[in-house]
């Protein structure tokens, strides 16, 4: 069983910055597309930015140029850098893992972590 376990949230002041963590169990940042979501009270979660296997990278309209989603394979960690952050980005934020193993399809997510963004 995959484990997903996100850090780094916080209170932050418009304008600033926060990193979010994911680190995640059995070697799957290397296989896995991983991506990061966020859900804000009474909003539908959302994709925030992923990172497919193959390096290639995708981000929602709204955090384009502020967002920078990465990882780190040796680590086995997946990283979302938020600058420039918005009252309106306040929400928990998910790290999630999708892909296929031996023509099984799987997915898995983590428990969240809160970021909050003052005005």
């Known amino acids: 069983q995959v484990r997903l376990v996100e850090s780094g949230g916080g209170l932050v002041q418009a304008g600033g910055s926060l990193r979010l963590s994911c680190a995640a169990s059995g070697g799957i940042v290397s296989r896995a597309a991983m991506a990061w979501y966020r859900q804000a009270p009474g909003k539908r979660r959302e994709l925030v930015a992923a990172?497919?296997?193959?390096?290639?990278?995708n981000y929602e309209d709204s955090v384009k140029g502020r967002f920078t989603i990465s990882r780190d394979s040796a680590k086995n960690t997946v990283y979302l850098q938020m600058n420039s952050l918005k009252p309106e980005d306040t929400a928990v934020y998910y790290c999630n893992a999708k892909g296929t193993a031996a023509l099984n399809p799987y997915e898995f997510w983590g428990q969240g972590t809160q970021v909050t963004v003052s005005s």
């Open positions: 990172i497919a296997s193959g390096g290639t990278t």
